[in-house]
């Protein structure tokens, strides 16, 4: 056997005990529990390590979060909310792009989807159980309307038409977090992945050959899933009204605000919306939620690309007309 061949045959022994496996990690970002799975195979193009990829999501999670964080001082969002009231605020290219499918969506939902719901919204506190006056809320009400951010493309600014508006992107930023961290793994070329942050759930592909099953929770028990939905190459969004909240002679206020009236939003418990686009289905799980069984379906119906599971006050599960022709579900 001349060199060469034995050379061979030992390469390829290696080849073969190339790694390929799962990895999983769990940390804490944007006030909630994040979650990432993938499929590793070292012989398949990817040049980073299980632990890289785990510390690029991790710092893009958290890099969103510095920058749209109502609660950050130094936010880029928080920026917005202390000048936009008096003058234009030039925005990075990324905030003025969720900024404006903020805008399209409160424009589709009829402004049940509306970022300028913050206005009331920051006086409200679940962990202290704290909740605005009425009188407070009529006030603040004025202020609720997403006309009143005026987004300039050119010049790449926000400003606000009235001094008392403020902004918040909780309902939509996770959702855009999960879209990027899954970009940027499929960039790096893994082909099978689940990247979540609270109720918002992304996959890339499948789980190798069978799909991934994600649960939407219980909404009165926390340890249990209502339903588990096998699903690929989709992302899942759940908004509900038991996780942040409180209860006041019987009232529960959480954090969902029908922008209409500044209360929370009462009709359902639970809406989960399942679609491709990760920042939709997170913004319109919390629109589904404001409008509330009837008109909420409607809306899903209306829109091609996305289905609904909604759990109304009584406990009962409906599910749009997508996935009722589903029947592995
Ligand atoms: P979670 O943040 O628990 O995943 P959602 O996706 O439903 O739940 O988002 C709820 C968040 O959306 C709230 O914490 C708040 O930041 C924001 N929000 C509440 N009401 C509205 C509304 N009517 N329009 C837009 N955003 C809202
Ligand atoms: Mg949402």
Same mark, same amino acid.
């Not at 609720?144 to 009143?148: F, G, R, S, T």
């Given at each position: 056997m001349s060199k060469r061949i034995i050379f061979t045959t030992i390469l390829l022994l290696f080849t073969d005990t190339v790694s390929a496996e799962w990895f999983s990690n769990n940390f804490k970002v944007m006030g909630t529990q994040a979650h990432i799975e993938f499929w590793l195979d070292?012989?398949?193009?990817?040049?980073?390590t299980s632990q890289q990829l785990i510390v690029l999501v991790q710092e893009e999670m958290h890099r969103i979060d510095r920058a749209m964080?109502?609660?950050?001082?130094?936010s880029e969002l928080s920026l917005v909310n202390s000048k936009a009231g008096t003058q234009a605020v030039v925005i990075t290219s990324e905030l003025f792009e969720l900024l404006n499918e903020s805008q399209k969506i409160a424009e589709l939902s009829d402004g049940a989807?509306?970022?300028?719901?913050?206005?009331? @919204?920051?006086?409200?506190?679940y962990r202290k159980k704290q909740k605005p006056s009425q009188a407070s809320i009529e006030r603040a009400l004025k202020a609720?309307?997403?006309?009143?951010v005026i987004l300039d493309r050119a010049k790449s600014t926000v400003r606000f038409s009235h001094s008392d508006v403020k902004i918040d992107l909780g309902g939509i930023a996770k959702g855009y977090a999960v879209k990027r961290c899954l970009e940027l793994l499929k960039i790096a070329g893994i082909k099978h992945a689940l990247v979540s942050a609270g109720g918002d759930t992304g996959l890339l592909?499948?789980?190798? @050959?069978r799909p991934w099953y994600v649960g939407i929770k219980h909404p009165r028990a926390e340890?249990?899933?209502?339903v588990k939905l096998p699903l690929s190459n989709e992302s899942i969004s759940t908004s509900g009204d038991y996780e942040r909240y409180f209860i006041e002679d019987g009232v529960r206020y959480h954090h969902i605000i029908n922008p209409k009236t500044g209360d929370s939003a009462r009709k359902v418990v639970s809406v989960s919306i399942i679609g491709k686009d990760s920042t939709y289905v997170d913004a319109l799980s919390t629109t589904v939620f404001v409008k509330g069984l009837q008109e909420g379906m409607a809306f899903i119906e209306q829109l091609p690309d996305y289905e609904a599971i909604i759990i109304d006050n009584q406990q009962t599960l409906h599910v749009s007309k997508g996935l009722q022709r589903n029947k592995s579900l």
């Open positions: 070292e012989s398949a193009k990817v040049n980073s964080s109502p609660y950050k001082t130094t989807f509306d970022i300028t719901y913050a206005s009331v @919204g920051y006086q409200y506190d609720i309307d997403y006309h009143a592909g499948d789980r190798r @050959g340890e249990k899933t209502a």
